[in-house]
């Protein structure tokens, strides 16, 4: 768990990054004397945009910070008062005198943090259950559906197209198109919207990707739920769309086989899925 985050400092880190980001470069200025005729249409460096309720540059700016400032207080704004926020960075700013010193400053950051810790943690055990429940409670009916198969580890599947290819074996690489999506319905990834297919070795993703593909012939279509302990288990992926003991439906298609290679790691259990999610 990170610490809370010291938000002035943050603030000001990305105004500051912004500012550089902008600044012209030694190099530039050729480029910046080609594009004068639009510059000058645009308005000069340091003036200030048309936008209403903001009429000055230093408007805008602070208006600018104070989004920022807003973004790193999101996850904890039902437990801060904004007017005190406020009446704390006027004292600094206009060199008042604090209402805690230092020593006092580090406690309250301290107990702060551990009690974020502590609603988190809390909201994720919630969430675990939650989730358990419900994912057990759509296999127990979903298993009764007369085109769904379950194994003995619990994966479910259905065949929506069979091919008449080999199967993969455990230390294959495959290439494979799939979606995959919540219960819900919440789609959290797909080759089909990055556009080509990922390639994997087999072995590198969750156990139910494993069991799930290696029944399957090249060529065919098949739907998984994957249960939570075939999947990412009572963790999920930490900051990602998986949360914790969540149960997960995959539709792939297995298009080839590519013996004996290393593999892209691409697929889903796989570092470039959103984390590494290698099978546990």
């Known amino acids: 768990m990170k610490s809370f985050p010291r938000l002035a400092m943050t603030a000001l880190a990305v105004a500051s990054l912004a500012l550089v980001a902008t600044s012209c470069k030694p190099g530039d200025k050729d480029k910046d004397a080609a594009k004068a005729p ?128 080999a199967k993969p074996a455990a230390t294959d690489n495959v290439r494979v198109h799939y979606k995959g999506t919540l219960l819900n319905g919440t789609e959290f990834d797909s080759s089909y919207t990055r556009g080509e297919p990922a390639e994997f070795m087999l072995q590198q993703v969750v156990p139910g990707w494993q069991e799930g593909i290696a029944l399957m012939p090249v060529g065919s279509k098949y739907k998984f739920w994957i249960p939570s302990k075939l999947g990412y288990g009572e963790q999920g992926t930490p900051g990602g769309p998986i949360g914790p003991n969540a149960t997960l439906v995959f539709e792939v298609e297995l298009l080839d086989i590519a013996k004996g290679g290393a593999g892209q790691a691409q697929g889903p259990g796989a570092p470039q899925a959103g984390g590494d999610h290698a099978a546990h």
């Not at 604090?98 to 006092?104: G, N, R, S, V, W």
């Not at 974020?116 to 057990?136: D, P």
């Not at 979903?142 to 290819?165: C, F, H």
């Open 38 to 165: 639009e510059a000058a249409e645009a308005g000069k460096p340091g003036d200030a945009l048309k936008i209403p309720g903001l009429a000055t540059e230093k408007q805008q700016a602070s208006y600018m910070i104070g989004l920022d400032i807003a973004k790193t207080l999101e996850t904890v704004k039902d437990d801060i008062d904004l007017a005190t926020i406020n009446k704390a960075m006027k004292t600094a700013l206009e060199g008042g005198k604090p209402l805690m010193d230092e020593a006092q400053t580090a406690q309250v950051r301290e107990a702060f943090a551990a009690k974020i810790q502590a609603k988190r943690i809390a909201e994720m055990m919630a969430a675990a259950k939650k989730n358990l429940t419900e994912g057990e409670t759509f296999l127990a009916a979903n298993g009764k559906k007369p085109d769904v198969k379950t194994t003995a580890s619990g994966l479910q599947y259905q065949v929506i197209t069979e091919g008449k290819g």
